[in-house]
């Protein structure tokens, strides 16, 4: 792959650039709660305006459903990506400024197309705002979208910095990691997660188990788990996985349950062989949290991807929080799997300099190390 290094050498001045972007972020109304996708791709943008190009970014937002939607336009990025600039941006067509930045990707319904002919064509038209493709995009390279397969093939192709720093962490994962090598895994279903269960047992040293998706590994052990989220069809598999994981895998020895999912519940906390039968786990216990600090103390390599608990609601913050705070003391490799994970770390105010690598893509981050093959990359390959 040629990367945005190489594009530099050969020279940008006058040149146009279409620039993918990942600038997918939260919004409360038209507020962004957190703009840290913007601030990642600030320092490919910044290289190719020093450069003299002019670059026009395109990206997603939400899950519009392939026609304009005033809930999911780019406009409010576009005002905050000419603050952290300090110039002016461009906003769904070009203007006097260097920076375009054009209106969401999935309000045309060929973006995300499973017809090749749309997508195309959509590709196209994307095409036509560049004299070559820069792809710092990490979060969507394993869509088979237009503007991230298929672009690819119309235009001269690079990595961002982004994402060839997000290959290279990611890599060290799949690779010889230096033990021991420790994986936190939570969020709310096995399902999700069970592909890179399986792909990363093999390599790790302990995978602690956290989230929503340990009382289906608790219910395989026998305990039994109240109202707390469970895929019944997935207890056999934990089984499985316990069975061939052994001591390697760690689950909670205490929960927070709750009478019901609200900030105002009341809440104890319970060993899980005593977790009530109208009782709601909402958050691993202190002594859970306790021994995976423990187990994550001499790990030499961390990668974690998911939160321990509905760290959104202030009462069951606690194991997100602790499990976070220990990777943050790991004298060692610690990667962060995007997604929700890097939305805690930012919303429960951690340092994010005390984590070697906070990925931008938590869905691609977990496909690469699964060992898919990821088409945004196949494209840039090609």
């Known amino acids: 792959m040629k990367t945005l290094d190489d594009l530099l050498s050969e020279?940008?001045?006058?040149?146009?650039?279409?620039?993918?972007?990942?600038?997918?972020?939260?919004?409360?109304?038209?507020?962004?709660?957190?703009?840290?996708?913007?601030?990642?791709?600030?320092?490919?943008?910044?290289?190719?305006?020093?450069?003299?190009?002019?670059?026009?970014?395109?990206?997603?937002?939400?899950?519009?459903?392939?026609?304009?939607?005033?809930?999911?336009?780019?406009?409010?990025?576009?005002?905050?990506?000419?603050?952290?600039?300090?110039?002016?941006?461009?906003?769904?067509?070009?203007?006097?400024?260097?920076?375009?930045?054009?209106?969401?990707?999935?309000?045309?319904?060929?973006?995300?197309?499973?017809?090749?002919?749309?997508?195309?064509?959509?590709?196209?038209?994307?095409?036509?705002?560049?004299?070559?493709?820069?792809?710092?995009?990490?979060?969507?390279?394993?869509?088979?979208?237009?503007?991230?397969?298929?672009?690819?093939?119309?235009?001269?192709?690079?990595?961002?910095?982004?994402?060839?720093?997000?290959?290279?962490?990611?890599?060290?994962?799949?690779?010889?990691?230096?033990?021991?090598?420790?994986?936190?895994?939570?969020?709310?279903?096995?399902?999700?997660?069970?592909?890179?269960?399986?792909?990363?047992?093999?390599?790790?040293?302990?995978?602690?188990?956290?989230?929503?998706?340990?009382?289906?590994?608790?219910?395989?052990?026998?305990?039994?788990?109240?109202?707390?989220?469970?895929q019944d069809e997935m207890v056999d598999t934990c089984k499985d996985l316990l069975q061939r994981g052994g001591d390697k895998i760690v689950l909670p020895t205490d929960v927070l349950s709750a009478d019901k999912f609200a900030a105002d519940a009341a809440v104890q906390t319970v060993g899980v062989d005593a977790i009530p039968a109208d009782g709601l786990g909402l958050d691993i216990g202190p002594e859970s949290v306790a021994a995976f600090a423990a187990a994550l103390e001499s790990a030499k390599t961390v990668f974690w991807n998911g939160p321990m608990g509905v760290f959104e609601l202030a009462p069951f913050a606690a194991g997100t929080r602790g499990v976070a705070e220990a990777i943050t003391k790991v004298d060692g490799f610690t990667v962060v799997g995007g997604g929700d994970s890097a939305a805690a770390v930012r919303a429960l105010g951690i340092p994010e300099d005390g984590f070697s690598h906070i990925s931008t893509g938590g869905g691609a981050s977990l496909e690469f190390l699964e060992g898919k093959a990821l088409p945004g990359i196949v494209a840039l390959e090609g």
Not at 36 to 49: E, K, Q, S, W, Y
Not at 163 to 179: C, F, H, Q, W
Not at 182 to 196: E, N, P
Not at 208 to 222: D, N, S, V
């Open 11 to 230: 020279g940008v001045a006058g040149r146009r650039v279409l620039l993918r972007a990942d600038l997918n972020v939260p919004l409360d109304g038209e507020k962004i709660t957190d703009d840290g996708r913007i601030r990642a791709v600030l320092p490919t943008l910044n290289a190719l305006l020093e450069g003299g190009a002019t670059v026009t970014v395109v990206s997603h937002l939400g899950r519009p459903k392939g026609a304009p939607d005033p809930k999911y336009t780019l406009a409010p990025v576009a005002a905050r990506l000419s603050e952290l600039l300090g110039g002016p941006v461009n906003f769904g067509a070009a203007g006097d400024a260097k920076v375009t930045l054009l209106e969401n990707l999935r309000f045309n319904p060929g973006e995300t197309s499973k017809d090749e002919g749309e997508r195309k064509a959509f590709a196209q038209e994307l095409a036509a705002h560049g004299d070559v493709y820069v792809d710092d995009a990490f979060g969507a390279v394993h869509r088979k979208h237009a503007s991230v397969y298929d672009v690819a093939a119309l235009l001269p192709h690079y990595t961002g910095y982004l994402v060839a720093r997000e290959l290279e962490v990611l890599s060290k994962l799949t690779g010889e990691a230096e033990r021991p090598y420790v994986v936190v895994l939570g969020g709310s279903k096995v399902s999700d997660k069970l592909a890179v269960i399986e792909a990363l047992l093999p390599k790790v040293d302990k995978l602690l188990i956290g989230g929503g998706m340990c009382f289906t590994f608790l219910k395989a052990q026998g305990y039994e788990v109240g109202k707390s989220l469970l």
